[in-house]
């Protein structure tokens, strides 16, 4: 099982003049000290702060620190390869860990200290970076998404038979990228079987898809006994579901569920947009980018209504106070994982610099609070305060007036920390 023991700095750090990111205030702070302790923010001062003598000390020059940034729909497999690729590669966990581990580090060198990984497989990734094998972010892992055959996560290939009728696993099921579950008891035991893994949440497939072959974009998936009978599993493990779903009825069955999270969404309708603010439900919402000539013709032609609608979801969702949080969802197209910062820009069409900060930090660490007892990394996340996790960036500017700064992490971000550990350091350090 994997667990959430990440390493810490050994010796403290203190980070000498520099401006906060201040959500509340929606501007930098008057310049400030930050000493970090171990894992987490152990002070903030304006005045000057004692020190242990080899403490580690970094002079931010009146620079931006911000917390690190949060990307809570990624699949860390799925983004990895090409659907080739993974059709064609002997999948052994030795293979995916290595391959996914270098996407991993490059994650974190663009500053994205946590994600929520969205479906796939992914405990093996996780345990690794946690005990320090491998470098990349904190991961709240999902393990496979569970899917009703002909649902948007029934990945066989048209020579695969059903499990039920024929009594063989499919590829996809065996090398953990999705469980074919249908029937409560199936829902049951595909729920269970993650969280026994270390799941922190439960991803269910609720509505068709646009990158899978054989369920329109249109249909709703899993009965709502089906659907409930995940939430009542996941519930008695102290955490929720997220559900893959784009339509309204999709969504209003889910909601009656009592799913915790929609992910997508960008087909929705004001009333069902009004359920989510009234009953308190997340919309885990991306900004797509255009169909490009790459795709096949049947997932241009099923994106066609996403894309139209997210122009329309994101200002209607935010008018009318639905919790809203941000995510890539970069699927077998790894050339687009370069561009994870350069995404965030894309949310100006209808948000301010402060509000898009405030997402993709507090909001974010907000709802991957949702896991509750099976949070793999108790503490606060998103936010500059004492006794918050040490996720930090310095950022070489101020974001609130120039965005674009993280767009180009390599030349902007001069220090990354992660639970207190430095992994990019170009400040000079003074000893």
């Given at each position: 099982?994997?667990?959430?023991?990440?390493?810490?700095?050994?010796?403290?750090?203190?980070?000498?003049?520099?401006?906060?990111?201040?959500?509340?205030?929606?501007?930098?702070?008057?310049?400030?000290?930050?000493?970090?302790?171990?894992?987490?923010?152990?002070?903030?001062?304006?005045?000057?702060?004692?020190?242990?003598?080899?403490?580690?000390?970094?002079?931010?020059?009146?620079?931006?620190?911000?917390?690190?940034?949060?990307?809570?729909?990624?699949?860390?497999?799925?983004?990895?390869?090409?659907?080739?690729?993974?059709?064609?590669?002997?999948?052994?966990?030795?293979?995916?860990?290595?391959?996914?581990?270098?996407?991993?580090?490059?994650?974190?060198?663009?500053?994205?200290?946590?994600?929520?990984?969205?479906?796939?497989?992914?405990?093996?990734?996780?345990?690794?970076?946690?005990?320090?094998?491998?470098?990349?972010?904190?991961?709240?892992?999902?393990?496979?998404?569970?899917?009703?055959?002909?649902?948007?996560?029934?990945?066989?290939?048209?020579?695969?038979?059903?499990r039920r009728f024929f009594g063989k696993?499919?590829?996809?099921?065996?090398?953990?990228?999705?469980?074919?579950?249908?029937?409560?008891?199936?829902?049951?035991?595909?729920?269970?079987?993650?969280?026994?893994?270390?799941?922190?949440?439960?991803?269910?497939?609720?509505?068709?898809?646009?990158?899978?072959?054989?369920?329109?974009?249109?249909?709703?998936?899993?009965?709502?006994?089906?659907?409930?009978?995940?939430?009542?599993?996941?519930?008695?493990?102290?955490?929720?579901?997220?559900?893959?779903?784009?339509?309204?009825?999709?969504?209003?069955?889910?909601?009656?569920?009592?799913?915790?999270?929609?992910?997508?969404?960008?087909?929705?309708?004001?009333?069902?947009?009004?359920?989510?603010?009234?009953?308190?439900?997340?919309?885990?919402?991306?900004?797509?980018?255009?169909?490009?000539?790459?795709?096949?013709?049947?997932?241009?032609?099923?994106?066609?209504?996403?894309?139209?609608?997210?122009?329309?979801?994101?200002?209607?969702?935010?008018?009318?106070?639905?919790?809203?949080?941000?995510?890539?969802?970069?699927?077998?197209?790894?050339?687009?994982?370069?561009?994870?910062?350069?995404?965030?820009?894309?949310?100006?069409?209808?948000?301010?610099?402060?509000?898009?900060?405030?997402?993709?930090?507090?909001?974010?660490?907000?709802?991957?609070?949702?896991?509750?007892?099976?949070?793999?990394?108790?503490?606060?996340?998103?936010?500059?305060?004492?006794?918050?996790?040490a996720d930090l960036l310095l950022v070489?500017?101020?974001?609130?007036?120039?965005?674009?700064?993280?767009?180009?992490?390599?030349?902007?971000?001069?220090?990354?920390?992660?639970?207190?550990?430095?992994?990019?350091?170009?400040?000079?350090?003074?000893?």
């Amino acid at each position: 099982m994997s667990g959430g023991l990440i390493l810490a700095q050994t010796k403290q750090v203190l980070i000498e003049n520099v401006r906060l990111l201040d959500h509340k205030a929606t501007k930098l702070t008057a310049p400030m000290n930050v000493l970090v302790s171990g894992s987490v923010i152990q002070k903030i001062s304006p005045s000057a702060i004692t020190v242990d003598k080899d403490a580690v000390r970094i002079n931010g020059g009146g620079k931006t620190l911000m917390p690190g940034l949060i990307d809570v729909h990624v699949h860390m497999t799925f983004g990895t390869f090409t659907m080739a690729q993974l059709m064609g590669e002997d999948l052994t966990e030795e293979f995916l860990v290595r391959k996914i581990g270098e996407s991993a580090q490059q994650m974190l060198l663009r500053g994205f200290t946590s994600v929520r990984d969205a479906g796939g497989p992914i405990f093996p990734l996780k345990a690794a970076i946690d005990a320090g094998k491998l470098v990349g972010p904190r991961i709240w892992p999902s393990g496979a998404v569970v899917s009703q055959t002909a649902g948007h996560g029934d990945f066989r290939a048209p020579n695969e038979r059903s499990r039920r009728f024929f009594g063989k696993p499919s590829r996809a099921e065996q090398v953990g990228a999705t469980f074919i579950a249908d029937g409560r008891d199936d829902v049951l035991t595909a729920v269970r079987e993650n969280l026994r893994f270390g799941a922190s949440q439960i991803k269910l497939m609720a509505g068709g898809g646009t990158s899978s072959a054989y369920d329109p974009i249109d249909v709703t998936q899993y009965t709502l006994d089906e659907m409930k009978a995940a939430v009542e599993a996941a519930s008695d493990w102290g955490t929720y579901v997220m559900v893959h779903a784009y339509t309204p009825k999709a969504v209003q069955r889910a909601v009656e569920a009592g799913v915790k999270c929609i992910e997508h969404g960008q087909m929705l309708d004001e009333e069902t947009l009004k359920l989510l603010a009234e009953k308190d439900v997340w919309l885990s919402l991306q900004n797509l980018m255009d169909n490009n000539d790459n795709m096949d013709a049947q997932r241009k032609q099923k994106r066609i209504p996403v894309l139209e609608g997210q122009n329309k979801v994101w200002p209607l969702a935010k008018k009318l106070g639905v919790k809203l949080a941000w995510g890539t969802d970069f699927l077998f197209e790894p050339e687009l994982n370069g561009e994870q910062n350069s995404y965030i820009l894309r949310l100006q069409k209808w948000f301010s610099n402060a509000e898009i900060l405030k997402m993709i930090t507090q909001d974010n660490g907000a709802l991957l609070q949702l896991s509750g007892l099976r949070n793999p990394y108790p503490g606060k996340l998103g936010v500059l305060e004492e006794q918050a996790l040490a996720d930090l960036l310095l950022v070489d500017g101020d974001p609130l007036k120039e965005l674009a700064l993280i767009a180009n992490p390599e030349k902007n971000f001069l220090l990354i920390m992660k639970n207190g550990q430095i992994y990019k350091n170009t400040v000079k350090a003074k000893k």
